[in-house]
């Protein structure tokens, strides 16, 4: 017998899935930004806007981490 769980709950990893999510969307919206000058050809951003365009992989990385860490508590929890 499987016991399912509440939808609603939170489970381990939901809210590091969340966060890099988020964060992603923060390096994406800064890729486009510091990408649009080249084909408007206008003056390019600063060296440090585009340190922020890596943002995209710390937050794919915090996502997976999340991924992980769920299915740790899942196997865990399958055990037992």
């Excluded at 399912?4 to 939170?10: F, G, I, N, S």
């Excluded at 966060?19 to 919206?29: E, Q």
């Amino acid at each position: 017998m499987t016991v399912t769980p509440d939808p609603d709950e939170a489970r381990p990893g939901d809210a590091l899935v969340r966060t890099g999510g988020i964060v992603f969307i923060v390096g994406a919206v800064a890729t486009l930004v510091t990408m649009a000058p080249l084909f408007l050809h206008t003056d390019p951003f600063p060296s440090y806007a585009w340190a922020v365009c890596m943002l995209m992989g710390v937050g794919f990385a915090i996502s997976a981490a999340g991924v992980v860490r769920s299915a740790a508590a899942q196997r865990k929890a399958a055990r037992s």
